[in-house]
T-cell receptor, first 111, second 117 residues
Framework: TQLLEQSPQFLSIQEGENLTVYCNSSSVFSSLQWYRQEPGEGPVLLVTVVTGGEVKKLKRLTFQFGDARKDSSLHITAAQPGDTGLYLCAGETSGTYKYIFGTGTRLKVLA | DAGVIQSPRHEVTEMGQEVTLRCKPISGHNSLFWYRQTMMRGLELLIYFNNNVPIDDSGMPEDRFSAKMPNASFSTLKIQPSEPRDSAVYFC??????WGQGVETQYFGPGTRLLVL
């Protein structure tokens, strides 16, 4: 069974601090996505990475796909209270046409 | 454009009762996914459809769960009989134009919070 482990599980930081969230697996993925979910809502896609070593930036968020396409990281610079939420990674194994979601990182940014 | 619509948003029922969750995907999307989210197990894919046909139902927990997609604009997830361990948030998501042709974006609905007493 494929498993995507995220760390840390919980993170509480002050506004302005930087943080990194990790997503790790023993499986190789053809693509990996990051989502943010706010309370009472469904997950919303932030980014998709498909090439090993790929780095994508979305304003203060930087996403990286591992060279071996087994892991990924999300780095947030100068976190803001609006970044608060549940961050989920999801990996797709070639040919399955479905995404397996990670265990999630719950982030709280304090003003 | 309206996003994915789910109903009801909240459902409280007693053990043994039948529960039906409903989903209207985004118009033009031809892939539809049902997920279940709990604190213990996270977000799990239950089943997904492409062009109204079930493609993979390996995530459906047991025979008490069934899903249908009679047309491109409507899907149901039914639990009969319901049990307390079925309590979770159930999400429906849709994507286009054809899942598998490259990378697609799934759009999630707001979810249905189910509590089985």
């Amino acid at each position: 069974t494929q498993l995507l482990e995220q760390s840390p599980q919980f993170l509480s930081i002050q506004e302005g601090e930087n943080l990194t969230v990790y997503c790790n697996s023993s499986s190789v993925f053809s693509s990996l996505q990051w989502y943010r979910q706010e309370p009472g809502e469904g997950p919303v896609l932030l980014v998709t990475v498909v090439t090993g070593g790929e780095v994508k930036k979305l304003k203060r968020l930087t996403f990286q796909f591992g060279d071996a396409r087994k892991d990924s990281s999300l780095h947030i610079t100068a976190a803001q209270p609006g970044d608060t939420g549940l961050y989920l990674c999801a990996g797709e194994t070639s040919g399955t046409y479905k995404y397996i979601f990670g265990t999630g990182t719950r982030l709280k940014v304090l003003a | 454009d309206a996003g994915v619509i789910q109903s009801p948003r909240h459902e409280v029922t007693e053990m043994g009762q039948e529960v039906t969750l409903r989903c209207k995907p985004i118009s033009g999307h031809n892939s539809l996914f049902w997920y279940r989210q709990t604190m213990m197990r996270g977000l799990e894919l239950l089943i997904y459809f492409n062009n109204n046909v079930p493609i993979d139902d390996s995530g459906m927990p047991e025979d008490r769960f069934s899903a249908k997609m009679p047309n491109a604009s409507f899907s149901t997830l039914k639990i009969q009989p319901s049990e307390p361990r079925d309590s979770a948030v159930y999400f429906c998501a849709s994507s286009s134009p054809f899942w598998g042709q490259g990378v697609e974006t799934q759009y999630f609905g707001p979810g249905t919070r189910l509590l089985v007493l």
